[in-house]
Nanobody, 125 residues
């Protein structure tokens, strides 16, 4: 069983940046597709970023395109989502998810088997 743990959330001012981390306890994410999702109060879960197993393909939702970068450390034990120029509408609980599926990654949450517990990001002055 892959257990994912997010960290790095918190309160940030509009226009600011933060880096979310997703680590797999007792394992590596080397052969996993890894994605980030978020859910704002009263809204449906939204897929915002993913990186494919072979690390050649990334995909970003239009809502975060140009303001987000997903990457991993060299050992692929931890994945990161760098968020820049944050806006109040970016306020949400952010989740990382992983799956062994090959090919281009997807932002469809139902296709991911492993999820973290989520972490709050609040963008406010």
């Amino acid at each position: 069983q892959v257990q994912l743990v997010e960290s790095g959330g918190g309160l940030v001012q509009p226009g600011g940046s933060l880096k979310l981390s997703c680590a797999a306890s007792q394992s590596t994410l080397e052969f996993f597709t890894v994605a980030w999702f978020r859910q704002a109060p009263g809204k449906e879960r939204e897929g915002i970023s993913c990186i494919s197993r072979v690390r050649r393909f990334t995909n970003y939702a239009a809502s975060v395109q140009g303001r987000s970068t997903e990457f991993s450390d060299n050992a692929e034990n931890t994945f990161y989502l760098q968020r820049d120029n944050l806006k109040p509408e970016d306020t949400a609980v952010y989740y990382c998810a992983a799956d062994r599926r090959a090919g281009r990654c997807t932002l469809t949450g139902a296709l991911y088997d492993h999820w973290g517990q989520g972490i709050q990001v609040t963008v406010s002055s």
